[in-house]
């Protein structure tokens, strides 16, 4: 979404807050993620065969706006 001060104005500190970076797809961002935070590194080896990453990645959607960068690769923002 927009994010905009009282008077309408664009909050670039919500801005800066919410901008993930450029990737060059939803799903990179999204591995980046699990690594980064070792979402898995407490489950036992065999959890790990169960996970899901597809439909993990697709509930990150609702809480990610994910716009096309002009040459190529997707910029990504969190839902605030």
């Not at 994010?3 to 919500?14: F, I, R």
């Not at 999204?30 to 690594?35: R, S």
């Not at 979402?39 to 706006?65: C, I, T, V």
């Amino acid at each position: 979404g927009y994010a905009a001060d009282a008077d309408g104005l664009p909050d670039t500190g919500s801005f800066r807050d919410a901008y993930a970076g450029h990737w060059p797809d939803f799903s990179d961002y999204g591995w980046h993620l699990i690594e980064s935070t070792d979402m898995l590194g407490d489950w036992p080896e065999q959890a790990r065969s169960y996970f899901d990453s597809e439909k993990w990645l697709g509930d990150q959607r609702y809480s990610h706006s994910v716009e096309p960068a002009p040459h190529g690769g997707v910029y990504v923002f969190r839902e605030c």
